[in-house]
């Protein structure tokens, strides 16, 4: 048998070069024991830290939106506790369940009626509204209403919320 690397002509039944040693299989250095250990414990932190991120960007809590939001020609009340909303336009006063993420909310009106209401908050007293109303899409800015605000009173003595709420009746 020739040793293909240096050309030495031998004979074996193990197949290596004599003089080169082409052939010989390399020896396997013994794996560190605190190798297992560091991949194993890095492995588990990968895991988690991956769970507690995907809990993280999913997870929205809308208790910022509690509270009155009023602006042109729009005016609308969340409760978190129960996720109902009122909501009074030029036209007409709705009120229903809501349900909302971090870019959009949801209100499913208590006639049947969906509407979808994207939105951009810009601090924590304002919110920019973007949603359609028949061919036209509509952008209102809202303002938090203070403690103050939210208890003006209408005409005939009734908060505001109230004279709603008897709209609705």
């Given at each position: 048998?020739?040793?293909?690397?240096?050309?030495?002509?031998?004979?074996?039944?193990?197949?290596?070069?004599?003089?080169?040693?082409?052939?010989?299989?390399?020896?396997q250095?013994?794996?560190?024991?605190?190798?297992?250990?560091?991949?194993?414990?890095?492995?588990?932190?990968?895991?988690?830290?991956?769970?507690?991120?995907?809990?993280?960007?999913?997870?929205?809590?809308?208790?910022?939106?509690?509270?009155?939001?009023?602006g042109?020609?729009?005016?609308?009340?969340?409760?978190?506790?129960?996720?109902?909303?009122?909501l009074?336009?030029?036209e007409?006063?709705?009120?229903?369940?809501?349900?909302?993420?971090?870019?959009?909310?949801?209100?499913?009106?208590?006639?049947?009626?969906?509407?979808?209401?994207?939105?951009?908050?810009?601090?924590?007293?304002?919110?920019?509204?973007?949603?359609?109303?028949?061919?036209?899409?509509?952008?209102?800015?809202?303002?938090?209403?203070?403690?103050?605000?939210?208890?003006?009173?209408?005409?005939?003595?009734?908060?505001?919320?109230?004279?709603?709420?008897?709209?609705?009746?």
């Amino acid at each position: 048998m020739i040793c293909q690397r240096c050309g030495t002509e031998y004979e074996n039944e193990e197949r290596i070069c004599p003089r080169c040693q082409y052939g010989k299989p390399k020896e396997q250095k013994p794996v560190p024991k605190w190798v297992p250990w560091f991949l194993g414990t890095f492995g588990v932190l990968l895991v988690v830290g991956t769970v507690i991120g995907v809990f993280a960007a999913t997870y929205f809590n809308a208790s910022w939106m509690e509270g009155s939001w009023e602006g042109s020609d729009l005016a609308i009340t969340f409760n978190t506790t129960d996720e109902t909303f009122l909501l009074s336009n030029v036209e007409t006063v709705i009120s229903g369940t809501f349900t909302a993420d971090k870019d959009a909310f949801t209100l499913a009106a208590e006639d049947g009626n969906v509407y979808i209401y994207r939105y951009e908050r810009v601090g924590t007293n304002r919110i920019k509204l973007l949603f359609s109303r028949g061919n036209e899409t509509m952008r209102i800015t809202l303002n938090r209403m203070t403690a103050e605000e939210d208890e003006l009173e209408t005409d005939d003595g009734d908060s505001l919320e109230d004279a709603l709420q008897s709209e609705l009746e």
